[in-house]
């Protein structure tokens, strides 16, 4: 019988925790550092891709994704020398997506060739504001101009290049916001992802909100009409939205956040990277250290990790749950019940239909555009049923 995860895939994401400099709103475990030693970071890394092979060999990889911090930092050898082993362990699928992320002040052509003819096939780049103000308002050490000079590069050396907005800004009305994903569409390949700015504890954005120094953020109308207006918008341009902030053209869905979402097995590399794995029918979490120079310490000895913890039944099936209603295709209920052992809640179904906030169609459920407004309280419904 097959394991769960192969509904859904597998794939590996590799952490790079390094950026020049840290955003007020960014919760990601992002360091800033004067000096890096990247051949000793990619010995740590090829040790772990060497420690996991052992434990899941030939399965067939979906995805690689380079994420951060700012990974366009890495040399290119680097990229290269972790993209050689992960394929020397791993067969790859006949469509493999290598993902990386990038910061437009650390675009250069040299070194997006040099991604490029290390395998990576898709870019993923942090504009998060199409207007100068802005972004130094959000810390960002990149101009609208260089961030389209840097877009023009990547989509010389890839075919596929995704970019990265925030609304719901500082004083940022509704007529700015439609006017900036306009412009945003009219640039865009084949993906964007938009999110809502949110406060998070422990940045400098949320010390400054918690001292009531943050002002001009829009109140819950105006982001629910900049949340309505970006699913019209990218609809009318053909960027549908099939995740709740993300938007694609048919075919150019991110295959690495789908693993995620569609409740598949990842391996997670790197300082504060997450991982699930399924060994001899077991379901893991694994998470490893935050500090870069704990991680790699750690590494170089004994392996990377910091926690293994078995996931019993009920903690897949409400991963599944809280991953797969993310999802505009929604989830199959029927393999929910085989997680869990037990059908989702009919009463929390029944209510939930009947107000509007979720829809079935045979043994798919999924949550309406009404819903998606109030997803987390779909989905705490659920779980307290």
Not at 266 to 274: M, R
Not at 344 to 373: F, K, P, Q, S, Y
Request: charge should be negative; proline fraction near 3%.
């Amino acid at each position: 019988m097959a394991e769960d995860w192969q509904e859904s895939g597998f794939g590996i994401y590799v952490h790079w925790p390094f950026c020049t400099s840290k955003c007020p709103y960014c919760d990601f475990n992002s360091h800033v550092a004067a000096e890096i030693d990247q051949s000793r970071w990619v010995r740590a890394y090829l040790h772990e891709i060497d420690r996991y092979a052992e434990e899941v060999p030939g399965r067939v990889l979906t995805s690689v994704f380079f994420g951060g911090g700012t990974p366009s930092l890495m040399a290119p050898e680097t990229v290269a020398a972790v993209i050689e082993r992960i394929r020397h362990h791993w067969p790859a699928a006949n469509d493999l997506e290598i993902t990386l992320e990038a910061n437009p002040g650390s675009v250069e052509a040299g070194r997006f060739r040099g991604y490029a003819d290390a395998g990576v096939n898709r870019v993923s780049m942090g504009f998060q504001a199409l207007n100068d103000a802005d972004l130094k308002r959000l810390g960002r050490l990149h101009t609208v101009k260089e961030a389209l000079a840097a877009f023009d590069i990547a989509r010389s050396q890839f075919d596929r290049v995704s970019f990265d907005l925030i609304y719901a800004r500082q004083d940022q009305s509704l007529a700015d916001w439609q006017a900036e994903l306009s412009q945003a569409v009219s640039l865009a390949i084949d993906h964007l992802s938009l999110y809502q700015l949110t406060i998070e504890a422990g940045t400098a954005f949320g010390d400054r909100y918690d001292a009531g120094k943050l002002r001009g953020l829009p109140d819950d109308d105006l982001a629910a009409d900049m949340y309505q207006a970006t699913q019209e918008i990218c609809g009318e341009a053909g960027f549908e939205a099939y995740e709740v902030s993300n938007h694609a053209k048919p075919g150019a869905e991110s295959r690495h956040n789908l693993i995620y979402w569609r409740y598949g097995d990842y391996v997670g590399i790197g300082p504060g990277a997450h991982g699930r794995l399924t060994i001899s029918g077991q379901r893991y979490a694994t998470e490893t250290p935050l500090a870069p120079q704990v991680w790699l310490n750690q590494a170089e000895e004994t392996g990377g990790e910091s926690l293994r913890r078995a996931l019993s039944r009920r903690d897949q099936a409400e991963e599944f749950l809280m991953m797969g209603l993310r999802l505009t295709e929604g989830l199959d209920m029927r393999r929910f019940e085989r997680l869990a052992g037990e059908p989702l809640d009919r009463r929390a179904l029944a209510h939930l239909e009947d107000i509007g906030m979720i829809a079935r169609d045979g043994h798919r459920m999924r949550v309406t555009n009404a819903g998606r407004m109030v997803l987390n309280a779909v989905i705490t419904e659920f779980l307290a049923g």
